[in-house]
């Protein structure tokens, strides 16, 4: 599958604002890898942020496309793309360093070997750097799937899941993950699943049911992946931080249950997609879910969704209710500041809003705790 390449800067020389706010989204970055446990990341970023503000390779790497929003996630796609050249055996001496290869030198001498790659793979690190942002981080279903089966449960109906932004499906699959607490003492989905999320509940769920009927999955995504791609596998890999091996292995184990659990996906935007999907839904009880997803969704287009949501939750009934479901930062930053994300759940009919819970950008450490939301003043 051919992945589209994002525009550089629109014809016009990078300028010194750009240059001092990619340093500052650099940094950003860095501490949010150290926060999510990548000290290996948190150190790059940090040196990259320095090597911009010096104008070395990281910036010739970036500043074409350095006038771009923040939505963008330039510094995770610059990181991505280092990380392909890495998987793909182009970088041997950087391979030394990166746990996802098998490399072993942690940290001493990693800035330098890194440096000296992204110089001697500029025009290369160009083009990758080029390609979206795609993060099918299944890590956040440890919060989603809680939600999912809750509702489920609430409203004792077969469930219909949709996903925007669902990249190459793989949370459509949530079901069949192994969710729990630390010790043990709290467990929910099956005992053998090849995706462990077990340790990414604090407080531990309640009211759930043992099991969900999922009558229907359906994704969309305007940079759809495969999850049968080699490439596209490839996509997934290299966007995951090189010195978690647990993010790496369920990644591995989300692609062998794509393969076993079917899934329709699309190619086509949150908004003319779900125009399409839910004026039509079947019978029974429908969640519009996404996750770290609205901030990549152009403002207008996020209206309309919202806009939609609504207009089809006035047609909602008990027996064919409707739900937005969303895992996203708080606004109106909605970056990651450290703080943990809300899980919101709006029903209709009634478009009454709950927060189920907090839990932090990667799905870890998730707080069950259902009440009304109070939207920040």
């Given amino acids: 599958m051919t992945t589209m390449?994002?525009?550089?800067?629109?014809?016009?020389?990078?300028?010194?604002?750009?240059?001092?706010?990619?340093?500052?989204?650099?940094?950003?970055?860095?501490?949010?890898?150290?926060d999510l446990g990548s000290p290996m990341y948190a150190t790059l970023l940090r040196g990259a942020a320095t090597d911009v503000d010096l104008g070395g390779p990281c910036w010739r790497v970036m500043s074409g496309f350095a006038d771009q929003p923040d939505s963008q996630a330039l510094p995770l796609r610059f990181m991505a793309g280092v990380h392909r050249l890495v998987l793909r055996r182009h970088a041997p001496a950087l391979a030394m360093h990166y746990p996802s290869v098998g490399g072993t030198a942690g940290l001493e001498g990693l800035w330098s070997t890194f440096l000296s790659t992204v110089a001697n793979h500029a025009e290369e690190l160009i083009e990758l750097t080029g390609l979206p942002c795609q993060t099918n981080e299944v890590g956040r279903s440890a919060a989603l799937g809680p939600g999912l089966a809750w509702l489920a449960a609430q409203h004792d109906l077969p469930l219909h899941h949709r996903e925007i932004g669902t990249s190459a499906g793989l949370n459509l699959r949530w079901d069949?993950?192994?969710?729990?607490?630390?010790?043990?003492?709290?467990?929910?989905?099956?005992?053998?699943?090849?995706?462990?999320?077990?340790?990414?509940?604090?407080?531990?769920?309640?009211?759930?049911?043992?099991?969900?009927?999922?009558?229907?999955?359906?994704?969309?995504?305007?940079?759809?992946?495969?999850?049968?791609?080699?490439?596209?596998?490839?996509t997934l890999t290299a966007a995951v931080w090189a010195d978690m091996p647990a993010r790496h292995g369920r990644l591995k184990g989300a692609?062998?249950?794509?393969?076993?659990?079917?899934?329709?996906?699309?190619?086509?935007?949150?908004?003319?997609?779900?125009?399409?999907?839910?004026?039509?839904?079947?019978?029974?009880?429908?969640?519009?879910?996404h996750s770290v997803v609205w901030r990549y969704v152009p403002t207008d287009e996020q209206d309309a969704v919202i806009r939609l949501l609504d207009d089809v939750g006035g047609s909602a009934t008990a027996s064919s209710p409707l739900v937005w479901l969303r895992l996203e930062p708080r606004p109106p930053a909605m970056v990651y500041d450290g703080t943990p994300y809300p899980l919101l759940a709006t029903t209709w009919p009634g478009g009454e809003t709950v927060e189920l819970g907090v839990a932090q950008a990667h799905g870890q450490d998730l707080r069950w705790s259902p009440r009304p939301f109070v939207p920040d003043s």
């Fill in 5 to 34: 390449t994002l525009p550089p800067s629109a014809g016009r020389p990078a300028t010194e604002a750009d240059r001092s706010r990619l340093v500052a989204r650099l940094r950003n970055q860095a501490t949010s890898a150290a």
């Fill in 176 to 234: 069949a993950f192994r969710y729990g607490t630390t010790d043990g003492t709290s467990t929910w989905g099956p005992a053998d699943s090849p995706v462990d999320l077990v340790g990414h509940w604090v407080d531990p769920p309640t009211d759930l049911p043992t099991t969900v009927e999922v009558a229907s999955r359906e994704g969309c995504d305007p940079n759809l992946l495969d999850p049968a791609s080699q490439d596209d596998r490839e």
């Fill in 255 to 289: 692609l062998a249950l794509a393969e076993a659990i079917p899934a329709t996906t699309t190619r086509a935007g949150a908004g003319e997609w779900l125009a399409d999907v839910l004026p039509d839904r079947p019978d029974g009880l429908t969640v519009v879910s």
